[in-house]
């Protein structure tokens, strides 16, 4: 399975943020999105979730599962916010995406009690979500990656708020993804401490 | 599908979740009314119908602003609109989700306050039933507002504006089907028939509409 951007630009107003944007991933290859604050990391990651729609440009998978028509129906979109209901407990949050999400062929999620040890928070699942600090909500949220199977990533600023540690753990998270043939594209500031990877410096407005 | 119809009913009920606001402003606006028209009990029962109508109308309209708006502040909205399953269909089931909890108390609750308003067993029953048939459609009205207005911070009287014009028939319907179970002459079936039709309509566009105007306010 290939990720093929040809040409991408999207327009923020009047301006274009970013104009010809193309790269190639391979399974088990990631991209990071480097770049200044508005330089238009976050725009690029929406319009690859189809979230917005391009400006031109095509973003386009080959060789995946034939059914599937958008590459976004295959992805999992991690942004600036996380996506959980404050009311509702962890586990009650957990479980209502991997049920309504559902697998992606090729691969299945893992139980909502290992998610939440992948990210070291096992046995607080039964809080709620709004009760966590805002270091774990953002790990809670990266379980969310874990319980229903997606091959491509999509993260947005995958590990502000966290600590350290949990950036490490974060890593090995992407790391073990990447070694199962998935495919995950990153917006980030910090390094994300991942191996071989491609990267793309966004530089703001084109006039 | 079936979890997130839960999920939305369980919030709903949650606190903050806003499903019994509508209730109870329902039995505030219809509780005021015998006081404000007098003892009247003749008069009482002559209008109670169309009071419980219009405090159902208004009563549907109120939570309807959180509808989307809830999901967009948190980030939900942007996966639910990147399944594979289609939007139309996630957006139809949590307008259903919205009906079961705050359109069907209000069902529930009309027949007590139809007892405020001094009505026989008959316009109570004919009144549930309209209610029953009617207010989907105003849950799959506002959804296309509250779509539209889903970017707004404080888009909620707005909704109801925006709503209002549209939900009209569906009042003028539900009340004169009432009036025509009531009063003799006039057959029943037609004015209800045509809620019914209003309803299937709004229950096909609504959620297309609503769809449409999501995907394009993603900013």
Known sequence: ?207 | MISLFFRDLKLSVRAGGGAMIGVLFFMTVVAVVPFGVGPDLNLLSRIGPAMLWIGALLASLLGLDRLFQAEREDGSLDLLLMQETPVILTIFVKCAAHWAATGLPLVIASPLLGLFMNMNELAIGATMLTLLAGTPAITFIGAVGAAVAVALPRGGLLVSILVLPLAIPVLIFGVSAVYAAIEDPAPFLPPFMILMAITLFFAVIGPVAAAAALRHSAD
């Not at chain 1, 992606?104 to 979500?129: K, M």
């Open chain 1, 1 to 207: 399975m290939r990720l093929l951007a040809e040409g991408l630009s999207a327009r923020r107003g009047e301006d274009l943020i970013f104009n010809d944007i193309s790269f190639a991933l391979g399974a088990g290859e990631a991209l990071v999105v480097t770049g200044p604050n508005g330089s238009g990391k976050s725009t690029l990651l929406r319009v690859l979730a189809g979230l917005l729609r391009a400006e031109s440009g095509r973003f386009r998978i080959e060789g995946g599962p034939a059914e599937i028509a958008h590459p976004y129906e295959l992805s999992h979109y991690l942004g600036h916010r996380n996506a959980m209901k404050r009311e509702l407990t962890v586990r009650e949050n957990l479980s209502f995406w991997q049920r309504f999400m559902g697998d992606s062929p090729g691969g299945s999620g893992i139980d909502v009690n290992e998610a939440a040890e992948a990210v070291g928070l096992a046995g607080i699942t039964h809080l709620p979500f709004g009760y966590l600090s805002a270091g774990q909500q953002r790990r809670m949220a990266m379980a969310k990656l874990l319980v229903a199977y997606r091959p491509i990533w999509l993260l947005d600023e995958p590990t502000a708020a966290l600590d350290a540690g949990a950036d490490r753990l974060f890593a090995g998270l992407v790391t073990a993804h990447l070694e199962h043939g998935g495919i995950v594209i990153a917006a980030t500031h910090q390094p994300l401490g991942l191996g071989s990877t491609q990267s793309l410096q966004m530089k703001g407005f084109t006039h």
